[in-house]
Nanobody, 117 residues
Framework: QVQLVESGGGLVQAGGSLTLSCVAS????????MAWYRQAPGKQREFVAA???????NYADSVKGRFTIARDNAKNTVYLRMNSLKPEDTAVYYC???????????WGQGTQVTVSS
């Protein structure tokens, strides 16, 4: 089992910044990629960004150039630095970790990000 605990969400004005953190604990040997997803009210959960243990990154087009995903393997922590936030970035942000070699994902409980206009 892997536990993912997010923190860092909050209320920010448009144009502002926030940094989310996600700490993984438990059987962390079973995961490689760590990612962030988000779900806005009335919408499906969508991919935001991902990073491998080798620090290869991938971003959704909607956040490229504004968000940065980073990882501290020694601390089992993944970060999402969000700059130039827009009201449409408002969502619950979830940390995600697919299990290596298995069709299963671990999810955190989510952290709310609200961007006011």
């Amino acid at each position: 089992q892997v536990q993912l605990v997010e923190s860092g969400g909050g209320l920010v004005q448009a144009g502002g910044s926030l940094t989310l953190s996600c700490v993984a604990s438990g059987s962390i040997f079973s995961i490689n990629v760590m990612a962030w997803y988000r779900q806005a009210p009335g919408k499906q959960r969508e991919f935001v960004a991902a990073i491998t243990s080798g620090i290869t990154t991938n971003y959704a087009d909607s956040v490229k150039g504004r968000f940065t995903i980073a990882r501290d393997n020694a601390k089992n922590t993944v970060y999402l630095r969000m700059n130039s936030l827009k009201p449409e970035d408002t969502a619950v942000y979830y940390c995600n970790a697919p299990v290596v070699g298995a069709p299963f994902n671990y999810w955190g409980q989510g952290t709310q990000v609200t961007v006011s206009s």
